[in-house]
């Protein structure tokens, strides 16, 4: 009972900011291209990566900050630049290239060289493992072992517990998400892939505004 307390204290804190129904609307408008079998390997590999990256972020992300001297906002404002690069890439797409004979004939060809990995950027970062779970996983690892409330044990199996629970989540969430695409459809894809890239062009700015607010406040004082 104390070590599912513990984990879901873990997701009440953590779920809000990973948000997997984001990231499942990120993947609604960038894997509508995408066949039934790439859809599911690119699920898979997302809810991994974002295991990968919480788990590395709390059991050495003050070590890794402070080898490189990364500061928590400067990892806001990168996380945000790379959120509003998407988005921009989201709502205005490079115009394909007109039909051809040729192009016909190597539509195999073409639509193996379309097939771009998405389970990375931005799926698992920083769409699911963005700043602010990373920010929040780092500072919350920095006080976990002084904790009283729980027992030892506790502290130390929980975190990749609520890792994997977040993981295994976020797979569920993208793979139900395929069935939607199916009932949407091509033209309602690229209109839900423009309005997410405004969205994430939103969310990047407001990353880098909280950043940029964190540095005039650590600055002031």
């Not at 291209?33 to 992300?61: C, P, T």
Request: aromatic share 10%; with cysteine; hydrophobic share 50%.
């Amino acid at each position: 009972m104390e070590l599912l307390k513990a984990i879901g204290l873990g997701l009440i804190v953590l779920l809000p900011l990973a948000n997997p129904l984001t990231t499942v609307a990120l993947f609604f408008g960038l894997a509508g291209d995408m066949n039934f079998s790439e859809r599911k390997r690119q699920a898979l590999q997302a809810s991994i990566y974002v295991f990968i990256i919480m788990a590395v972020a709390f059991y050495a992300g003050n070590m890794v900050m402070d080898t490189f001297g990364i500061s928590i906002p400067g990892l806001r404002i990168a996380g945000g630049l790379i959120v509003m690069f998407l988005g921009f890439r989201m709502l205005f797409p490079p115009h394909q290239a007109g039909r051809t004979l040729e192009a016909e004939h190597k539509k195999d060809e073409m639509n193996e060289q379309k097939s771009v990995s998405i389970a990375f950027v931005p799926l698992a970062m920083p769409g699911t493992a963005g700043p602010g779970t990373i920010a929040m996983i780092i500072s919350t690892a920095s006080t976990f072992h002084d904790n009283s409330v729980f027992p030892q044990w506790i502290l130390m199996v929980a975190p990749p517990l609520t890792f994997l629970c977040i993981s295994v989540l976020l797979w569920l969430c993208l793979r139900s998400s395929g069935e939607i695409i199916r009932l949407v459809g091509k033209g309602g894809i690229e209109a839900i892939s423009r309005l997410m890239g405004f969205l994430l062009v939103c969310m990047g700015v407001q990353f880098v505004i909280n950043g940029i607010e964190e540095v005039i406040t650590h600055f002031s004082h």
